[in-house]
């Protein structure tokens, strides 16, 4: 039994496609007067792949304005755009970032979206083969976090911030000789004390993230340009990955395809980012050694006995 027409506009098996000059009227009414009708995001109970393909599947390619705006790549806001109709009503499907967005030129309650949903998933059932079809025509990829861009946009800001706060004037004014200045000396301590503070902590997180901002990228190389034989052999890739870097690095055109020469160990560059991993370690493990993160010395008054005390428990400290 078909379903009472009322309910067709909600129904995609009763929908079609407009042809040339309805498409056209459609959107010229949409231009020339206020919007109306419903508009409405799914997030969770259509999935945007299994809209798409039973669409595709159904009236052939996207045949929405919005496709006519999308650049040739991923990187697009509306990914694709439906036009149809079920009699005089327009019917706008979308793929929007990660939800579908439909627009129905009639007003709908919140009873006639959830059958709307109901209706889809049916026909998801009853045309499943089609749908499933056009699935496996399309390419799958998987999106994945690049590591390396993350650390390198974080050490990017700290940087940043650092070569800003350089010709910062940190001295301090002379202390004040009347009341009346000493509320301008201490906002200007207090600021010199917050931007110090930034500029302290900018250091102290371009120091820890470096590292693992150099193992990301190398990492990222290996993934990129792995030869394929190693690629293949999931025990020799996941070696390569876990090996320490003063072995990676320098086996990087054994391990990778576009490397004409193996590294030269022996540059000042080399030598550099050596160092800095070198010391990943020491930092990333909280190690406390006075002499090696010595910043600068201080004399004590001995005959202040608290003052004393401390510069003995410092004294013993550097003896060890």
């Known amino acids: 039994m078909n379903r009472p027409k009322k309910d067709d506009k909600i129904n995609p098996k009763f929908w079609e496609v407009p042809n040339a000059q309805e498409a056209a009227e459609y959107y010229e009414r949409k231009k020339n007067q206020a919007s109306k009708g419903s508009v409405i995001k799914f997030e969770r109970y259509l999935s945007q792949i299994d809209v798409y393909c039973y669409l595709k599947a159904r009236f052939g390619e996207p045949n929405g304005l919005a496709n006519l705006f999308k650049s040739p790549t991923s990187d697009n806001y509306i990914h694709w755009e439906y036009l149809l109709k079920c009699d005089n009503t327009f019917i706008s499907i979308m793929g929007i970032g990660r939800t579908i967005q439909i627009v129905i030129d009639e007003s709908l309650d919140q009873n006639s979206w959830r059958t709307l949903v109901e209706n889809f998933r049916e026909e998801f059932r009853t045309e499943g083969s089609i749908k499933s079809a056009t699935l496996r025509n399309l390419e799958e990829w998987v999106e994945?976090?690049?590591?390396?861009?993350?650390?390198?946009?974080?050490?990017?800001?700290?940087?940043?911030?650092?070569?800003?706060?350089?010709?910062?004037?940190?001295?301090?004014?002379?202390?004040?000789?009347?009341?009346?200045?000493?509320?301008?000396?201490?906002?200007?301590?207090?600021?010199?004390?917050?931007?110090?503070?930034?500029?302290?902590?900018?250091?102290?997180?371009?120091?820890?993230?470096?590292?693992?901002?150099?193992?990301?990228?190398?990492n990222l190389i290996i993934l990129v340009a792995c030869k394929p034989e190693i690629r293949k052999n999931k025990t020799i890739y996941e070696a390569r990955?876990?090996?320490?870097?003063?072995?990676?690095?320098?086996?990087?055109?054994?391990?990778?395809?576009?490397?004409?020469?193996?590294?030269?160990?022996e540059t000042q560059e080399y030598k550099n980012f050596a160092r800095i991993m070198n010391n990943r370690n020491w930092f990333f493990h909280g190690n406390a050694d006075p002499k090696k993160d010595k910043i600068e010395t201080v004399f004590l008054i001995k005959t202040h006995q608290f003052l004393k005390k401390q510069e003995t428990f410092i004294a013993c400290i550097l003896e060890k």
């Not at 650390?151 to 910062?168: M, Q, R, T, V």
């Not at 990955?241 to 003063?246: F, G, I, Q, S």
């Open 144 to 218: 994945f976090i690049n590591r390396y861009s993350e650390l390198c946009n974080e050490a990017s800001a700290h940087f940043d911030k650092i070569e800003k706060l350089k010709g910062f004037d940190f001295n301090m004014l002379p202390y004040p000789q009347s009341e009346s200045d000493y509320s301008t000396w201490l906002k200007s301590s207090k600021k010199k004390g917050r931007v110090f503070g930034e500029l302290r902590h900018s250091c102290l997180v371009l120091k820890l993230i470096t590292p693992v901002m150099l193992e990301a990228f190398i």
């Open 241 to 265: 990955v876990r090996e320490e870097m003063h072995v990676k690095v320098p086996a990087l055109h054994l391990t990778c395809a576009g490397f004409k020469t193996a590294i030269d160990t």
